[in-house]
T-cell receptor, first 113, second 115 residues
Framework: GNSVTQMEGPVTLSEEAFLTINCTYT??????LFWYVQYPGEGLQLLLK?????DKGSNKGFEATYRKETTSFHLEKGSVQVSDSAVYFC????????????FGPGTRLSVLP | NAGVTQTPKFRILKIGQSMTLQCAQD?????MYWYRQDPGMGLKLIYY???????DKGEVPNGYNVSRSTTEDFPLRLELAAPSQTSVYFC??????????????FGEGSWLTVV
Protein backbone atom coordinates (compact mmCIF):
# COMPACT_ATOMS: atom_id res chain seq x y z
CA GLY A 1 0.00 0.00 0.00
CA ASN A 2 0.88 3.66 -0.08
CA SER A 3 3.09 5.12 2.63
CA VAL A 4 4.92 8.28 3.62
CA THR A 5 8.18 8.43 5.55
CA GLN A 6 9.51 11.58 7.19
CA MET A 7 12.71 12.34 9.01
CA GLU A 8 12.35 11.93 12.73
CA GLY A 9 12.21 14.97 14.93
CA PRO A 10 12.41 17.02 16.85
CA VAL A 11 14.42 19.41 14.74
CA THR A 12 15.85 22.39 16.60
CA LEU A 13 17.29 25.33 14.68
CA SER A 14 18.39 28.85 15.39
CA GLU A 15 16.52 31.71 13.77
CA GLU A 16 17.62 32.39 10.16
CA ALA A 17 19.03 28.87 9.74
CA PHE A 18 18.30 26.77 6.65
CA LEU A 19 15.62 24.11 7.03
CA THR A 20 15.24 20.77 5.29
CA ILE A 21 12.69 18.17 6.33
CA ASN A 22 12.98 15.00 4.28
CA CYS A 23 9.94 13.16 2.96
CA THR A 24 9.83 10.07 0.77
CA TYR A 25 6.81 8.15 -0.38
CA THR A 26 5.66 4.84 -1.78
CA UNK A 27 2.68 4.83 -4.10
CA UNK A 28 1.18 2.52 -6.66
CA UNK A 29 0.20 5.27 -9.08
CA UNK A 30 0.83 8.97 -9.54
CA UNK A 31 -0.07 10.73 -6.30
CA UNK A 32 -0.41 14.36 -5.41
CA LEU A 33 1.93 15.43 -2.62
CA PHE A 34 1.28 17.83 0.24
CA TRP A 35 2.89 19.47 3.21
CA TYR A 36 0.61 20.35 6.10
CA VAL A 37 1.57 22.41 9.16
CA GLN A 38 0.09 22.18 12.65
CA TYR A 39 0.73 25.06 15.03
CA PRO A 40 0.35 24.40 18.77
CA GLY A 41 -3.26 23.84 19.76
CA GLU A 42 -4.57 24.06 16.21
CA GLY A 43 -5.66 21.81 13.38
CA LEU A 44 -3.65 20.99 10.29
CA GLN A 45 -3.39 23.61 7.58
CA LEU A 46 -2.28 23.11 4.02
CA LEU A 47 1.18 24.64 3.52
CA LEU A 48 1.86 23.67 -0.09
CA LYS A 49 1.20 20.98 -2.63
CA UNK A 50 2.38 19.59 -5.98
CA UNK A 51 0.30 17.50 -8.32
CA UNK A 52 2.79 16.08 -10.82
CA UNK A 53 6.45 15.28 -11.28
CA UNK A 54 8.87 18.26 -11.25
CA ASP A 55 6.18 20.60 -9.91
CA LYS A 56 7.37 22.92 -7.17
CA GLY A 57 4.96 23.94 -4.43
CA SER A 58 5.74 27.10 -2.49
CA ASN A 59 4.16 29.21 0.24
CA LYS A 60 5.37 31.53 3.03
CA GLY A 61 9.01 31.00 2.00
CA PHE A 62 8.70 27.22 2.11
CA GLU A 63 9.11 25.14 -1.01
CA ALA A 64 9.16 21.49 -2.05
CA THR A 65 9.74 19.84 -5.41
CA TYR A 66 8.00 16.64 -6.54
CA ARG A 67 10.82 14.28 -7.49
CA LYS A 68 9.41 11.16 -9.10
CA GLU A 69 12.83 9.61 -9.76
CA THR A 70 13.68 9.64 -6.05
CA THR A 71 10.05 9.48 -4.81
CA SER A 72 10.72 12.46 -2.59
CA PHE A 73 9.11 15.76 -1.62
CA HIS A 74 11.56 17.43 0.75
CA LEU A 75 10.47 20.64 2.49
CA GLU A 76 12.95 23.54 2.51
CA LYS A 77 13.11 27.09 3.78
CA GLY A 78 16.08 29.37 3.44
CA SER A 79 15.72 31.29 6.70
CA VAL A 80 13.43 30.05 9.46
CA GLN A 81 11.72 32.24 12.03
CA VAL A 82 10.55 31.54 15.57
CA SER A 83 6.98 31.66 14.24
CA ASP A 84 7.73 28.61 12.04
CA SER A 85 7.86 26.40 15.14
CA ALA A 86 5.23 23.75 14.49
CA VAL A 87 4.72 20.14 13.45
CA TYR A 88 5.03 19.48 9.72
CA PHE A 89 3.26 16.57 8.02
CA CYS A 90 4.04 15.20 4.59
CA UNK A 91 1.08 13.55 2.86
CA UNK A 92 -0.03 12.04 -0.42
CA UNK A 93 -3.30 11.33 -2.11
CA UNK A 94 -4.18 9.41 -5.23
CA UNK A 95 -7.12 10.60 -7.30
CA UNK A 96 -9.81 9.72 -7.92
CA UNK A 97 -9.92 7.76 -4.68
CA UNK A 98 -10.02 10.82 -2.46
CA UNK A 99 -10.17 8.78 0.69
CA UNK A 100 -6.66 7.56 0.04
CA UNK A 101 -4.87 10.33 1.95
CA UNK A 102 -1.79 9.00 3.69
CA PHE A 103 0.05 11.14 6.25
CA GLY A 104 3.56 10.83 7.52
CA PRO A 105 4.14 10.78 11.31
CA GLY A 106 5.01 14.47 11.46
CA THR A 107 8.24 16.31 12.25
CA ARG A 108 8.33 18.77 15.12
CA LEU A 109 10.36 21.91 14.41
CA SER A 110 11.52 24.26 17.15
CA VAL A 111 13.18 27.52 16.15
CA LEU A 112 15.13 29.32 18.86
CA PRO A 113 15.66 33.11 18.87
CA ASN B 1 -15.71 31.13 5.03
CA ALA B 2 -16.64 28.55 7.69
CA GLY B 3 -14.92 25.53 6.09
CA VAL B 4 -14.99 22.56 8.46
CA THR B 5 -16.62 23.21 11.83
CA GLN B 6 -16.29 20.87 14.81
CA THR B 7 -18.02 20.97 18.17
CA PRO B 8 -17.35 20.78 21.03
CA LYS B 9 -13.76 22.02 21.22
CA PHE B 10 -13.16 20.53 24.66
CA ARG B 11 -14.95 17.79 26.58
CA ILE B 12 -14.32 15.66 29.64
CA LEU B 13 -16.15 12.34 29.78
CA LYS B 14 -16.43 9.74 32.49
CA ILE B 15 -15.64 6.12 31.67
CA GLY B 16 -18.69 4.46 30.17
CA GLN B 17 -20.39 7.66 29.04
CA SER B 18 -21.33 8.29 25.42
CA MET B 19 -21.14 11.42 23.34
CA THR B 20 -21.26 12.70 19.79
CA LEU B 21 -18.70 14.96 18.14
CA GLN B 22 -20.37 17.12 15.53
CA CYS B 23 -18.79 18.02 12.22
CA ALA B 24 -20.13 20.12 9.40
CA GLN B 25 -18.61 21.43 6.17
CA ASP B 26 -20.00 24.06 3.82
CA UNK B 27 -17.75 23.42 0.83
CA UNK B 28 -19.99 20.78 -0.81
CA UNK B 29 -17.23 18.21 -0.41
CA UNK B 30 -18.19 14.62 -1.05
CA UNK B 31 -15.50 13.06 1.14
CA MET B 32 -15.39 13.46 4.90
CA TYR B 33 -13.07 11.93 7.50
CA TRP B 34 -12.50 11.53 11.20
CA TYR B 35 -8.95 11.28 12.51
CA ARG B 36 -7.53 11.00 16.00
CA GLN B 37 -4.17 12.33 17.06
CA ASP B 38 -2.63 11.04 20.25
CA PRO B 39 -0.04 13.23 22.04
CA GLY B 40 3.14 13.54 20.00
CA MET B 41 1.84 11.20 17.33
CA GLY B 42 0.57 11.41 13.78
CA LEU B 43 -2.96 11.04 12.50
CA LYS B 44 -4.93 7.82 12.51
CA LEU B 45 -8.03 7.48 10.36
CA ILE B 46 -11.09 6.35 12.31
CA TYR B 47 -13.86 6.44 9.68
CA TYR B 48 -14.45 8.10 6.36
CA UNK B 49 -17.35 8.71 4.02
CA UNK B 50 -17.35 9.07 0.25
CA UNK B 51 -20.82 10.56 0.13
CA UNK B 52 -24.19 10.77 1.87
CA UNK B 53 -25.33 7.35 3.05
CA UNK B 54 -21.91 5.73 2.66
CA UNK B 55 -19.36 5.20 5.42
CA ASP B 56 -16.30 2.99 5.77
CA LYS B 57 -13.90 1.99 8.51
CA GLY B 58 -10.45 3.43 8.67
CA GLU B 59 -7.44 2.25 10.62
CA VAL B 60 -8.86 2.50 14.18
CA PRO B 61 -12.70 2.23 14.10
CA ASN B 62 -13.31 0.22 17.29
CA GLY B 63 -15.36 2.08 19.88
CA TYR B 64 -16.74 4.59 17.37
CA ASN B 65 -19.66 4.95 15.02
CA VAL B 66 -20.48 7.44 12.29
CA SER B 67 -23.36 8.37 10.05
CA ARG B 68 -23.65 10.51 6.94
CA SER B 69 -27.27 11.42 6.37
CA THR B 70 -26.40 14.64 4.51
CA THR B 71 -23.46 15.88 2.46
CA GLU B 72 -22.71 18.55 5.06
CA ASP B 73 -22.71 16.60 8.33
CA PHE B 74 -20.56 13.73 9.58
CA PRO B 75 -21.00 13.14 13.33
CA LEU B 76 -18.74 10.77 15.27
CA ARG B 77 -20.26 8.86 18.16
CA LEU B 78 -18.27 7.41 21.03
CA GLU B 79 -20.04 4.59 22.82
CA LEU B 80 -18.93 3.53 26.30
CA ALA B 81 -15.98 5.92 26.52
CA ALA B 82 -12.65 4.45 27.65
CA PRO B 83 -9.42 6.18 28.77
CA SER B 84 -7.77 4.93 25.57
CA GLN B 85 -10.07 7.28 23.66
CA THR B 86 -8.46 10.32 25.25
CA SER B 87 -7.15 12.13 22.20
CA VAL B 88 -7.60 15.06 19.87
CA TYR B 89 -10.15 14.40 17.16
CA PHE B 90 -10.05 16.08 13.77
CA CYS B 91 -12.79 16.14 11.22
CA UNK B 92 -11.78 16.79 7.62
CA UNK B 93 -13.25 16.98 4.17
CA UNK B 94 -12.15 16.93 0.55
CA UNK B 95 -13.58 16.95 -2.92
CA UNK B 96 -12.65 13.98 -5.02
CA UNK B 97 -13.52 13.74 -8.66
CA UNK B 98 -11.53 12.73 -11.67
CA UNK B 99 -8.94 15.43 -11.16
CA UNK B 100 -5.82 14.99 -9.10
CA UNK B 101 -4.52 17.36 -6.48
CA UNK B 102 -7.54 17.35 -4.21
CA UNK B 103 -6.79 19.04 -0.91
CA UNK B 104 -8.03 17.86 2.46
CA UNK B 105 -9.30 20.56 4.83
CA PHE B 106 -9.30 20.11 8.58
CA GLY B 107 -11.44 21.40 11.41
CA GLU B 108 -9.78 22.95 14.45
CA GLY B 109 -9.98 19.80 16.53
CA SER B 110 -11.88 18.51 19.55
CA TRP B 111 -9.89 17.76 22.71
CA LEU B 112 -11.47 14.81 24.52
CA THR B 113 -10.41 13.49 27.92
CA VAL B 114 -11.90 10.32 29.41
CA VAL B 115 -11.47 9.97 33.17
Amino acid sequence: GNSVTQMEGPVTLSEEAFLTINCTYTATGYPSLFWYVQYPGEGLQLLLKATKADDKGSNKGFEATYRKETTSFHLEKGSVQVSDSAVYFCALSEAPRGQNFVFGPGTRLSVLP
Amino acid sequence: NAGVTQTPKFRILKIGQSMTLQCAQDMNHNYMYWYRQDPGMGLKLIYYSVGAGITDKGEVPNGYNVSRSTTEDFPLRLELAAPSQTSVYFCASSYSGQLSGNTIYFGEGSWLTVV
